[in-house]
T-cell receptor, first 111, second 115 residues
Framework: SQKIEQNSEALNIQEGKTATLTCNYT??????LQWYRQDPGRGPVFLLLIRENEKEKRKERLKVTFDTTLKQSLFHITASQPADSATYLCALGGNTDKLIFGTGTRLQVFP | DSGVTQTPKHLITATGQRVTLRCSPRSGDLSVYWYQQSLDQGLQFLIQ???????AKGNILERFSAQQFPDLHSELNLSSLELGDSALYFC??????????????FGPGTRLLVL
């Protein structure tokens, strides 16, 4: 069955450093991948989308890569700030409207 | 604020009971999605409606049902509730259906606690 793996352990980094989160998947060939941010007790908020034929996407301090050979996406936040602390979810989409979400990685940025 | 509203914010009920969760999508959005989020399972897709019609189905139990009304708001009905149904239930909306790679806008969620 389709499986998405995100590091369940929290990622703790110092302010100003680059945070890198990983999303690995198996038994799936997604047409696109999305990253969402979720704060405690709130709904996910869309951040970035990358398609299968794209290698990299950037938006301000955010960068996403998508390697369909490795079946992996990396999500980078450069010059991280305490306000970036949240849980980050990756979601895969295929040829339907259905999104399959990973369980998320919690990021904690310390001053 | 995503523009998606959900009511109620919190719901406490007993096993065996039935509850209804309500969602109003963003203005202009025709698709509504329902998700369940529990600590051990992550965000699970339940069902999608597009302009009043069921569009896609995920891991939705037979005890659960949903519908989308002509004014595009949606309701998720949960019946014969069990302790394991305790979770956060999110509604999301998007402009259309079949427009792949579309952003979904999530509501604030309804926290359900079954005692």
């Amino acid at each position: 069955s389709q499986k998405i793996e995100q590091n369940s352990e929290a990622l703790n980094i110092q302010e100003g450093k680059t945070a890198t989160l990983t999303c690995n998947y198996t038994n799936y060939s997604p047409a696109y991948l999305q990253w969402y941010r979720q704060d405690p007790g709130r709904g996910p908020v869309f951040l970035l989308l990358i398609r299968e034929n794209e290698k990299e996407k950037r938006k301000e301090r955010l960068k996403v890569t998508f390697d369909t050979t490795l079946k992996q996406s990396l999500f980078h936040i450069t010059a991280s700030q305490p306000a970036d602390s949240a849980t980050y979810l990756c979601a895969l989409g295929g040829n339907t409207d259905k999104l399959i979400f990973g369980t998320g990685t919690r990021l904690q940025v310390f001053p | 604020d995503s523009g998606v509203t959900q009511t109620p914010k919190h719901l406490i009920t007993a096993t065996g009971q039935r509850v209804t969760l309500r969602c109003s999508p963003r203005s202009g959005d025709l698709s509504v999605y329902w998700y369940q989020q529990s600590l051990d399972q992550g965000l699970q897709f339940l069902i999608q409606y597009y302009n009043g019609e069921e569009r896609a189905k995920g891991n939705i139990l037979e005890r659960f049902s949903a519908q989308q009304f002509p004014d595009l708001h949606s309701e998720l009905n949960l019946s014969s509730l069990e302790l394991g149904d305790s979770a956060l239930y999110f509604c999301a909306s998007s402009v259309a259906a079949g427009a792949l790679q579309e952003t979904q806008y999530f509501g604030p969620g309804t926290r359900l606690l079954v005692l």
